[in-house]
């Protein structure tokens, strides 16, 4: 199986579904990543001592690292303004990821929840453009959304996060034996360390809470009242 996960930002992919990738290519699937910003706009710690260009250049070292580690094969980087994506013309963001769908050849893609997660802006806009190109698309290809429950933001209280409701859930994938490379990869992201460290502490919590990571089919849709399923 080809899975293709495509987000906004260095770090999307694993404090995202970091342990679903690191699952994947450790079973010897072909995963490959699409981060469409080098993330130079990001605000958090030591980011705000850096020039847009210097923390460009140290969020995609980062990511080459946490790619690394994530077992994933294929990585690409746009350069599309971070926090601005909203600002892009629909057809622009569209046509470059539908260009490394081509390229890759993907049976899944995976992207984060409409809601974006965090409510990102640069988030919901990756989503919109990736529904409205499944939409469009004559290929068979299917899109999960990645999303998080209330029960786990809940270990993150610090942080608001926007959960997706258990009826909206289709896949529970297991990342137990990967939490270890998700975490690992989190810290790949130096300049995120303020983030990750309200991420991962007390670890205790999160290994627990963590443990399963959460999906949405939305493409092709699913029947209804099918049981979960463990893998895509
Ligand atoms: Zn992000």
New binding site residues.
């Given amino acids: 199986m080809k899975l293709l996960a495509i ?3 260095p ?2 992919e694993s ?2 579904p970091g342990g679903t990738l690191a699952r994947y290519a450790y079973a010897g699937h072909k995963v490959g990543l699409v981060t469409l910003t080098r ?1 130079e706009a990001g605000s958090v710690g030591i980011s705000k001592t850096l020039t847009a260009n210097e923390l460009a250049g140290r969020r995609t070292c980062e990511l080459h690292h946490a790619v690394k580690i994530l077992g994933i094969n294929y990585l690409k980087i746009g350069d599309l303004p971070d926090k601005k994506l909203a600002e892009v013309p629909d057809v622009t963001g569209i046509q470059l990821i539908q260009n490394e769908i081509d390229f890759f050849k993907p049976d899944a893609l995976i992207t ?1 929840h409409e809601q ?3 409510g ?1 802006p ?2 919901q806009t990756v989503t919109r453009w990736l529904l409205e190109l499944i939409k469009n698309s004559r290929e068979p290809r299917s899109l999960f959304l990645y999303g998080v429950l209330l029960e786990q933001t809940e270990q993150i209280p610090r942080r608001r996060l926007l959960p997706m409701t258990m009826a909206e859930v289709t896949h529970k994938i297991s990342v137990s034996d990967f939490l270890d490379t998700k975490i690992e990869a989190i810290k790949a992201h130096v300049t995120q360390e303020e983030s990750w460290q309200r991420f991962i502490q007390p670890i205790e919590k999160i290994k627990i809470s963590a443990r399963w990571e959460y999906f949405k089919q939305v493409w092709p849709r699913p029947g209804k009242n099918k049981d979960l399923q463990d893998s895509f």
Avoid: L, M, V
């Fill in positions: 987000f906004a930002h770090d999307d404090f995202g993330g984060f974006g997660i965090s990102h640069d988030h």
